[in-house]
């Protein structure tokens, strides 16, 4: 079985930086962290939960239009980690953010960290 541990998440002033961290604890059957695309996705109060980056096994990323040039999403295998580098946060990045995994067409969950961006 896999779990996540997500942290970094709080309160920041708009203008101001976060890094989120989400740790993967054990592994898919017949896998390692390194065969996993990894995401972060986010849901803010009455909207659809979001795409926000995504870094395959590769290491190539992708980002949501919204957010490039301030985030940055990266993974360290040796660790089981990734990581989101947020810059220049906005009131409007304000959201529970999720990591995700994606293996085998199925996607694995990590239950969020709260980002509120508020002055």
């Known amino acids: 079985q896999v779990h996540f541990v997500e942290s970094g998440g709080g309160l920041v002033q708009p203008g101001g930086s976060l890094r989120l961290s989400c740790a993967v604890i054990?592994?898919?059957?017949?896998?390692?962290?390194?065969?996993?695309?990894l995401a972060w996705y986010r849901q803010a109060p009455g909207n659809q939960r979001e795409l926000v980056a995504v870094?395959?096994?590769?290491?190539?990323?992708n980002y949501t239009d919204s957010v490039k040039g301030r985030f940055t999403i990266s993974r360290n295998n040796a660790q089981n980690t990734m990581y989101l580098r947020m810059n220049s946060l906005k009131p409007e990045d304000t959201a529970v953010y999720y990591c995700n995994a994606h293996f085998g067409l199925r996607d694995y969950w990590g239950r969020g960290t709260q980002v509120t961006v508020s002055s």
């Open positions: 054990g592994t898919i059957s017949g896998s390692i962290f390194s065969m996993y695309d």
């Open positions: 870094i395959d096994s590769g290491g190539r990323t």
